[in-house]
């Protein structure tokens, strides 16, 4: 006898959306029977569906139809997946009464239906996903039937007590919409996007809204840690997101995740599942399956529920930090605390107790190899209102360093991540120093330690310094730093910070100690001196800003740069000048050179004359070394923070070939030829023409 899949028409199913886990199978088949006129399958299928997806079970599979005679039997194909599957029969015009079984594939019984009537209910509860066969027998009567199935829930019978099809409004019913939300609880559900509606996106979603979304809703009534995966079937790719309050409210989103990071594609799909793993507080929250880009498709969905102590309780445990290194992980642990930095320090995190017996200065060093480290700090430990500090970062790679002054009290101390899905080992550093300080090495003017002559990078600290030296731009007790500078000759120096604990300054001072003598008191600085002794001092923007920095360095002799500039030798239009810089000496820095601090390569400069207002294109062909060509109004180089290239170019997809090509007004004009970096020179080509 014919058999054959049917899909469900728009007409019947327009609202008909996925379903969620059941908690028993329970059917009122004849009910639906007296609502519809048999001869009406599909309106008849139509309220079967919504009411199993009101009780929480999820279509899977196709809609497969069979024409049966009196006393015979039709066999369908069932993919089922582990667990529990319900199969409902609903027989057309003419069908008296029909039962079900399912069997595994060597005809085994595995559930049945032997009820009298034109419907029948299986519930099938199978170890293993594979093919199995719906058995359907033709007791009386004779004619079509349809079959479908849904799955979620536990291993119920399907004869528990019979609960009534009522009349309800559409709109009422679980739609997977934001209107109406599908519920969702712990366990496995299956469904498919393309039964949905485009009215939302995650911010991970590829930027589209054309794919389908299905909705669930989740209600917590205690602190729990969810744990929700989406694995696609097929060419499905999925996106999962998760949002609090109100539904269709992008700015309420907690997680977006598409494509598990370090996953792979399993279970016959083409793409990774989707995850998002966060503790979450009671209340009501609305889970969205979505596709990226314009992707749908069907999808098995698993939500892990599982009870976690409460922040209070956690506090309760918390472990008492000292001096002493704490070594500590985070691997099992959970997001008890959000905080003000590190993308809410949405990671796994760990909470010490720090006791604070005196007004005092307070360093706390969280470094991990694993995840990116934050460290925050609390004066309550249970209320996220009182964050003291939050810090992501420190003078080192890997790092995150709380630097302030503490009062006296308990604090709680969250070695935290921003990154949600990583976990790992880190290590815990407490350092304390009277709030006016203790005394470090290059505290005063006396033991002021020496800057060198050649570039580099100086790391200092202040943690522990004094207020020994004021500038225009410090505070008034603020712990510093001294270090003496030795020039033998004119020349030009620059300090800036490339890393900090709390906010620095400089102070650059000829004499010691004496404000009255101060050259420069800025962030960085950048100074041409006469030979002579002077003071650079790192000091506190306010007396509460101290900590580690790194200071970058640099003494550049001006009297090369200034002869060179004194004649250069002058390129006219149509001239092409040949030339090598190997030999040459490093006097310039370009603003397209690579980082002032670390621009080292050996230069030369030309000198153009335009006698009018002109179109001019200026060429060099550097053939074994990274070129660099800039063009400036001042011959030197400006002071820092300023640009003296009115052009400046190094192409990264030909650094041998470079071109300038500007309209110039009258005037004398200066071409830098230069290196990349550090080390590159070489044989090289210039070329100057008027544009017509």
């Known amino acids: 006898m014919p058999v054959k899949n049917m899909r469900a028409t728009p007409r019947g199913l327009a609202t008909v959306r996925a379903g969620f886990a059941l908690s028993s199978v329970a059917l009122v088949l004849a009910a639906c029977a007296g609502v519809r006129p048999q001869t009406d399958l599909e309106p008849r299928y139509v309220a079967v569906h919504n009411t199993l997806v009101a009780m929480g079970l999820a279509e899977t599979g196709p809609i497969q139809q069979a024409s049966i005679a009196e006393g015979r039997d039709a066999r369908l194909k069932l993919d089922l997946p582990l667990g529990c599957t319900t199969v409902v029969v609903l027989g057309g015009a003419g069908v008296k009464d029909v039962h079900a079984a399912v069997e595994d594939a060597q005809g085994n019984p595995i559930a049945k239906d032997s009820g009298n009537g034109p419907e029948a209910a299986v519930r099938a509860c ?39 099809l009522q009349t309800t409004r559409e709109s009422a019913l679980p739609q997977g919409s ?8 712990a366990g496995a559900t299956m469904g498919n996007t393309s039964r949905g509606e485009a009215e939302n996106q995650g911010s991970c979603s590829g930027g589209s809204s054309d794919s389908r979304e299905i909705v669930y809703r989740l209600d917590l009534t205690s602190r729990e840690r969810v744990r929700l995966e989406v694995e696609p079937r097929g060419n499905f790719d999925p996106v999962l997101y998760l949002r609090q309050g109100e539904c269709a409210d992008t700015d309420s989103e907690l997680g977006c995740n598409d494509d598990l990071k370090g996953a792979t594609a399993h279970g016959g799909s083409q793409h990774p599942p989707s995850r998002l793993d966060q503790v979450l507080e009671p209340g009501t929250y609305f889970v969205f399956v979505d596709g990226y880009g314009s992707s749908d498709g069907a999808y098995k969905l698993t939500a892990d529920i599982e009870d976690i102590p409460s922040v209070a ?259 006219a239009p149509g001239q092409t000048i040949s030339g090598n810089t190997k030999n040459a000496s490093n006097k310039f820095t370009t603003s397209c050179g690579g980082r002032p601090d670390q621009q080292s390569s050996p230069d030369t400069v030309y000198r153009l004359n335009v006698p009018s207002r002109q179109h001019v294109r200026i060429e060099l062909a550097a053939a074994q070394h990274d070129g660099v060509i ?63």
């Not at 093919?131 to 004869?159: C, E, H, I, N, Q």
């Not at 934001?178 to 609880?185: G, N, Q, V, W």
């Not at 800036?496 to 100690?513: I, N, T, Y």
């Not at 470079?658 to 070329?687: C, K, W």
Request: net charge negative; proline share 5%.
């Open 630 to 692: 800039s063009i400036r109004k001042a011959c030197v180089d400006a002071p820092r923070g300023q640009n003296a290239d009115l052009q400046c170019n190094m192409r990264p997809d030909d650094a041998h070939h470079i071109r300038l090509d500007l309209m110039l007004e009258a005037g004398a004009y200066y071409v830098i030829v230069d290196g990349h970096g550090q080390g590159q020179s070489g044989p090289y080509t210039l070329s100057y023409q008027v544009v017509k």
């Open 313 to 571: 309780e956690i506090c309760a445990r918390a472990r008492p930090l000292s001096t002493v290194q704490v070594t500590g992980g985070t691997q099992g642990s959970f997001d008890h605390a959000r905080a003000g930095c590190g993308d809410e320090a949405k990671g796994a995190d760990s909470v010490y107790k720090l006791d604070i017996g005196q007004r005092q200065r307070v360093r706390i060093t969280e470094h991990s190899d694993d995840f990116a480290p934050v460290v925050h700090i609390r004066s309550a430990c249970a209320d996220d209102h009182t964050e003291v500090s939050c810090n992501d970062s420190s003078v080192e790679p890997q790092e995150a360093a709380f630097t302030g002054v503490l009062d006296p009290g308990t604090f709680a101390v969250f070695a935290d991540s921003s990154d949600a899905e990583a976990d790992g080992h880190f290590t815990l550093d407490l350092e304390t120093s009277p709030e006016a300080g203790s005394g470090t090495q290059g505290d005063t003017c006396g033991d002021a330690a020496p800057l060198p002559l050649t570039p580099r990078t100086v790391d200092g600290d202040t943690f522990a310094a004094k207020d020994d030296i004021s500038g225009r731009c410090s505070a008034q007790g603020a712990p510093d730093v001294v270090y003496r500078v030795e020039l033998p000759r004119r020349l030009r120096v620059t300090a800036s910070f490339s890393a900090q604990e709390g906010d620095h300054v400089m102070s650059l001072q000829r004499s010691c100690g004496d404000k009255s003598t101060e050259i420069a008191c800025a962030t960085d600085i950048d100074e041409v001196l006469p030979a002579g002794t002077y003071f650079l001092s790192v000091d506190g923007k306010t007396a509460h800003d101290f900590g580690k920095f790194k200071l970058d360095w640099k003494v550049t002799d001006t009297a090369l740069q200034e002869s060179a500039c004194a004649h250069p030798q002058t390129i």
């Open 126 to 164: 199978v170890p293993a996903a594979g093919a199995y066969v719906l058995a359907v027998t033709m007791k009386r009567g004779a004619g079509d039937v349809m079959a479908a199935t849904w799955s979620g829930g536990t291993a119920s019978s399907p004869r528990e007590p019979v609960i009534a």
């Open 178 to 185: 934001c209107e109406a939300p599908t519920p969702l609880s």
